[in-house]
């Protein structure tokens, strides 16, 4: 089958190339999936970089990129049923801990891995179910129902930001959403009821001005930036739920004011997700699917040998919604 891998760290036009491999036979409880569309995220094309600390060369002698994707089970291994073959499905850590991933013609994956795609979900919007889907699903509903609360999405206008944006207001939230200006018009649409640009020097100020009671629950893309101010608008027993800190990694943590608001800080890293809390994430964002109130956008689709183009697009500042490969 026809794959896009790399052997070695590097530029992703000098290390991504085209790889004919041969498809594994399926063991047990696996399925063979024929893929539609791989998702590529912002942490396939760091770690393809090098740019995970304390790792210095590839896990494994050749890595087949990405953790997202859709496609058909064509072929089950034993234990399996038969029955599963023609399912359309959605694909979660397709590269987690494993070195071939969806960048391909085919994997060969767990079933626990798969997700059947509700009946009118497209390939496309399957494809991004995975990691943005469950980050903003678990970041939304970490805590449970969020109807009459207060929340703020931070980087409203991204691949995670703007699905938690639509979950959050199908839950019943007044929502608080920060990002570039360019993106202020589509994060509107996407259901927030007020934005503000994150590049503003008095943003707590205008945030407590909509909410002057206080945040119940923050959505934070770049946790290492944003700490020093966040906790001013949090309310008392609220929580921040932090997915990223990409351009400030190791922040010095303001303690004492964190810990006399009681804020929770909730770390969440979705490839570990517990099971449970996975099924939760995933009942909510079918469901807000079902319902027509949750649309994922894509921003821009590559050909398979193009792949090189997907990383680099996936660290383009500006970037709105979730970048696929069409197998």
Same mark, same amino acid.
């Given at each position: /089958?026809?794959? +896009? ?18 498809? !594994? ?18 942490? $396939? ?67 626990e891995n798969t997700?059947? /795609? ?5 390939? !496309? #919007? ?66 927030? &009821?007020?934005?503000? $640009?994150?590049?503003? &020097? ?30 001013? +608008? ?14 400030? /990694?190791?922040?010095? +943590? ?22 449970? #809390?996975?099924?939760?994430? +995933?009942?909510? /964002? ?8 949750l649309v994922p956008?894509? $921003? ?28």
């Open positions: /089958m026809k794959a +896009i891998g790399y052997e070695k760290f590097g530029l992703a036009a000098k290390v991504l190339k085209v790889q004919e491999i041969e498809l !594994q036979k399926p063991g047990r409880q696996e399925v063979v999936i024929k893929l539609k569309y791989s998702g590529v995220n912002p942490s $396939d094309a760091k770690a393809r970089a090098g740019n995970r600390p304390g790792v210095s060369k590839p896990e494994y002698d050749l890595v087949i990129p990405h953790s997202d994707g859709s496609g058909v089970i064509k072929e089950v291994g034993s234990g399996l049923d038969q029955s599963l073959i023609g399912k359309r499905v959605w694909v979660r850590n397709g590269q987690w801990k494993r070195p071939y991933g969806t960048a391909a013609e085919y994997i060969t994956i767990p079933l997700i059947e /795609m509700p009946s009118k979900m497209t390939f !496309q #919007e399957g494809a991004t179910m995975g990691i943005p889907g469950l980050t903003a699903a678990h970041g939304v509903f970490g805590s449970g129902e969020v109807i009459g609360q207060t929340l703020l999405i931070s980087g409203g206008g991204g691949a995670v930001g703007h699905l938690a944006v639509q979950l959050a207001k199908w839950g019943g939230a007044k929502v608080i959403a920060t990002g570039s200006k360019n993106s202020a018009r589509s994060i509107l649409k996407y259901g927030a &009821d007020y934005f503000f $640009d994150y590049a503003s &020097d008095n943003l707590p100020t205008q945030i407590s001005k909509i909410a002057p009671e206080g945040v119940d629950r923050v959505i934070e893309v770049e946790f290492g930036l944003n700490l020093n101010w966040i906790h001013q +608008i949090l309310k008392p027993n609220s929580t921040l739920a932090v997915y990223g800190s990409a351009k400030e /990694m190791n922040p010095l +943590i303001p303690f004492g004011l964190y810990l006399f608001k009681a804020i929770k800080i909730d770390f969440f890293l979705i490839y570990i997700l517990p099971s449970k #809390e996975r099924e939760i994430a +995933i009942n909510y /964002m079918h469901s807000a699917y079902e319902q027509k109130a956008k894509i $921003d821009s689709i590559f050909k398979l040998e193009a792949c090189y183009q997907a990383h680099d697009r996936t660290l383009t500042k500006g970037r709105e919604g979730a970048v696929l490969l069409e197998i």
